[in-house]
């Protein structure tokens, strides 16, 4: 019953993110006599390694175990829980961590670890912060 809670969410923040696609490209420029100038190295070629990935809560001091998380680039959070309605919010970088705003409330979030198997949190809800673990939810 639990993996068939997971797998429901998994599959609802799959469609919310299938229409939350960026807009087909446009058609390429004609070609011009002048050389395209290189992309800045200062210019990220991606975004934060968290980011349009779905990441799944392994422990947390307060978030049920088994809820999804998903950053996307435009700023959009999506939480998908089996316990609860998925949820969307934002999220934006703000120094070396994060603001993420849930319900209109906006939380400075710390990044604690982040790697290519967990990306931990704390966020600073009113009272006690709030610690999230996440791992990869494909993993």
């Known amino acids: 019953m639990k993996r068939s ?8 923040v799959v469609a919310l993110l299938a229409n939350c696609s960026e807009p087909s490209a446009a058609p390429a420029p004609e070609a011009s ?3 395209a100038t290189p992309a800045s190295p200062a210019a990220p070629a991606a975004g934060p390694r968290f980011v349009n990935r779905v990441w799944t809560v392994e422990s947390s001091t307060a978030v049920a175990p088994g809820t999804l998380y998903v950053f996307l680039s435009e ?6 829980s089996p316990n609860a309605r998925p949820m969307l919010g934002s999220w934006k970088k703000s120094g070396d961590g994060l603001v993420m705003v849930e319900e209109s409330i906006s939380y400075p979030t710390d990044i604690l670890k982040l790697d290519g198997s967990s990306f931990v949190i704390r966020s600073h809800n009113p ?6 673990s996440l791992v990869p939810a494909d993993s």
């Open 5 to 12: 809670l997971a797998t429901l969410a998994t599959l609802a």
């Open 127 to 132: 009272g006690t912060p709030v610690d999230i």
């Open 33 to 35: 006599a002048t050389p």
């Open 75 to 80: 700023g959009t959070l999506v939480i998908a």
